[in-house]
């Protein structure tokens, strides 16, 4: 079976540039995840869905952030303008319906370095 | 709010000794409680997850977890370790009512040969 597919795995881009990160969860899961992993804050949910309606995004920093699911098999988080501070690892996560006892599953993540 | 401490950053033990990673959590109600794996350049992976039932959970790879209500913990144990174990491992609690989960800042898993 198919996981949950980042693109892409790695991106460097300059400051001032707009980054688009990438998700593909596994078909039949009706909750997504995005999550930013820094060594300084550890990993952080920053906005998740739930059939393809943003249910919280208490986590996104800042307004430059802006995540989108336009259907069930795809959704983007972008960042525009990006910052150097803005680099980390970004996960995307999914889970079937049924509770928080539905474990997320990951992507491999997507290492975002904003020079 | 939900916490996590995981209060060892970094831990090295030889293989074939055993293993036990702490976690601590803090919440009001009854948690859902995971543990995850993270290998390099990788995504987290799910070792076990407890939400109900018997307090020792049996997972993937060998591990083992107990939920201690009484010491609000939720160690990860393995009676022993393989080379490959090394990785970093996260424990996680997520609240009924939201889907949200915290997690811990993660404890770093060295193997010595």
């Known amino acids: 079976d198919a996981g949950v597919i980042q693109s892409p795995r790695h991106e460097v881009t300059e400051m001032g540039q707009e980054v688009t990160l990438r998700c593909k969860p596994i078909s039949g899961h009706d909750y997504l995840f995005w999550y930013r992993q820094t060594m300084m804050r550890g990993l952080e949910l920053l906005i998740y869905f739930n059939n393809n309606v943003p249910i919280d995004d208490s986590g996104m920093p800042e307004d430059r952030f802006s995540a989108k699911m336009p259907n069930a098999s795809f959704s983007t988080l972008k960042i525009q303008p990006s910052e150097p501070r803005d680099s980390a690892v970004y996960f995307c996560?999914?889970?079937?319906?049924?509770?928080?006892?539905?474990?997320?599953?990951f992507g491999d993540g997507t290492r975002l370095s904003i020079l | 709010a939900q916490s996590v401490t995981q209060p060892d950053i970094h831990i090295t033990v030889s293989e074939g000794a055993s293993l036990e990673l702490r976690c601590n959590y803090s919440?009001?109600?009854?948690?859902?409680l995971f543990w995850y794996v993270q290998s390099p350049g990788q995504g987290l992976q799910l070792l076990l997850k407890y939400f109900s039932g018997d307090t020792l959970v049996q997972g993937i790879k060998g591990f083992e977890a107990e939920f201690k209500r009484s010491q609000s913990s939720f160690n990860l144990r393995k009676p022993s370790v393989h080379w490959s174990d090394a990785a970093e491992y996260f424990c996680a609690v997520g609240s009924g009512a939201a889907r949200q989960l915290t997690f811990g800042s993660g404890t770093q898993l060295t193997v010595l040969p």
């Open positions: 996560a999914s889970s079937p319906t049924g509770g928080v006892n539905q474990p997320q599953h």
């Open positions: 919440y009001g109600a009854t948690p859902y």
